[in-house]
């Protein structure tokens, strides 16, 4: 007959800086990937925008668009945590 362990040793154990740590990275990761996915969406739009431009413009309308990059951008620096992930908000610029 086996002798059961009692600990389980296969448990990686974590301190709670660390566990803090690892929480700050997975909240970092994921507003990088939502400033990656914003900053993707503008550049559709912006192509977009002057694609209308084009076909605008060769049928003898005004263009609808005359600044593509325009009202598209949203500042949050006036949000509290902002200072913390200001690093990550620079991509949009």
């Known amino acids: 007959?086996?002798?059961k362990d009692l600990t389980n040793h296969s448990k990686t154990m974590y301190d709670n800086s660390t566990l803090e740590w690892i929480k700050e990275q997975e909240t970092?990761?994921?507003i990088l990937g939502l400033i990656e996915y914003t900053r993707s969406?503008?550049?559709q739009v912006v192509d977009l925008r002057y694609k209308i431009n084009?076909?605008?413009a060769l049928s003898g309308k005004q263009v609808?668009?005359?600044e593509?990059?325009?009202d598209l951008y949203k500042s949050?620096?006036?949000f509290t945590a902002y200072t913390q992930f200001k690093h990550l908000f620079k991509l949009l610029e």
């Open 1 to 3: 007959m086996k002798r």
């Open 28 to 30: 970092e990761e994921l």
């Open 41 to 43: 969406l503008q550049l």
């Open 54 to 56: 084009r076909l605008e």
């Open 64 to 66: 609808s668009f005359p």
């Open 68 to 70: 593509p990059h325009s």
């Open 76 to 78: 949050f620096d006036d």
